[in-house]
């Protein structure tokens, strides 16, 4: 994607050629939400969204619901998901514009749907651009997900930041940390709602998903630890790896199975090349379309990552009935709880000793360990009941004319 740094003095920011007194929101027959996000691909943040939207509530199903994405769609499957929940997508290509011509094209789109709220989620472009031209185009409320603990993008996303939090109307992280985060940049807490994610149970059914091993060639006896997200830097898939090497053979698992693809792939493959045992052991899947197949396939989940929220990956294994071993980074301690095992992040040794502890567990105590899982989230992580919370905030919003208030003091 181009660096949108260079562009931030440019006068298509300043002055875009705007008609705000056109929106006349109350004459719409019914209220629309407009969601702003990179990208249709495969990853938890576009499940996560698309699954609140197909299981709304009743109370919800008058909203007309749009998405503004910034790229092309990665995922047939995951754009299918929208447009199977209603959704009406409308493509501004950042990829294909230089800035000028890109943020220009993304506030047209925005006086042409005349949304009742602009809700944006992650931090880079879809939160900086979109609540920008949100805010230009005078939608009347403006909404913010932030996911990550650690906040990402470029010079010019932090140079708008500030204003951008004060002009809006509700946060809603997936994460008491990132709640604190914002809190400590200065949000008032007033405006921010946590909105923990939840789980599609009916999908996420340890009783129906299919068993891949034999796909992997791997034997149904075999103990498989699995990784599945981002290959990117903040997910260190490097620290699993060297966690495994620095173990004794007798004490790693038969097969480890990573499931994704990012900017560190090179890496990741160079390391796994240059040892014999992992490049026997390991098996590079890439992007999957079932999770539920893949987490079925595998004895226990490894998260090693530096930056979270409430990742749909460890709540997603808990559903498969299968043990996680995590990093100590925002709510997933609060997550994990006694279902699994918890280790510093970028600690080798630590992550070494937690792996070694789960395969001396055997399969029995991790059958039970994932049985543990399976219940905490049946118990608070059904996606019904966080659709429930999401939609509420939204509707409690469709309500107020906070955000024109907002918009104007």
Known sequence: MANDAAAIDTPAIDTPAIDATSIDVAAEVRPRIVFVLSK???????????????????????????????????????????????????????DE????????????????????????????????????????????????????LATEGTRAHYLVRPFLDRVTDRFLPNAHAIEE?????????????????GVDLSVFDPGSARDLRSDWGLAEDATVAGYLGRIAPLKRVDVLLRAVQSLPEESRPDAIVLAGD?????EIRELVAADPWLERHC???????????????????????????????????MAMARPVIATTVSDVPVLIADTGL????????????????????????????????????????????????????????LGTSGGADARTS
């Open 40 to 94: 249709y691909s495969v990853g938890g943040l576009e499940k996560q969204l698309a699954n609140l939207i197909a299981h709304r509530p009743e109370r919800a199903r008058h909203v007309e619901i749009h998405a503004i994405t910034l790229q092309a769609p990665r995922s047939r499957e995951v754009e299918r998901r929208f447009e199977a929940a209603g959704v009406h997508t409308t493509l501004v290509d950042r």
């Open 97 to 148: 514009l230089d800035f000028p011509r890109f943020f220009i094209g993304l506030v047209r789109a925005m006086r042409r749907i005349r949304p009742s709220i602009v809700s944006t989620l992650l931090d880079s472009s879809a939160g900086a651009w979109g609540r920008l031209a949100a805010w230009l185009t005078r939608v009347p409320v403006i909404v913010h997900s932030d996911r990550l």
């Open 181 to 197: 985060r914002l809190v400590a940049s200065g949000v008032p807490r007033g405006k921010i709602r946590v909105m923990p994610n």
């Open 262 to 266: 990012g900017s560190s792939m090179p």
């Open 283 to 317: 098996r590079f899947l890439g992007s999957i379309d079932d999770t539920p197949a893949y987490l079925a396939s595998i004895d226990y989940l490894v998260l090693p990552s530096e930056s979270e929220g409430l990742p749909n990956v460890v709540l997603e294994a």
């Open 342 to 397: 918890l280790v510093p992040p970028s600690d080798v040794a630590s992550l070494s000793d937690a792996i070694a502890d789960m395969q001396r567990r055997g399969h029995a105590e991790r059958r039970e360990l994932g049985r543990r899982a399976r219940r905490r989230i049946e118990e608070e992580y059904d996606i019904v009941k966080s659709a429930e919370r999401f939609w509420d905030a939204h509707l409690e919003l």
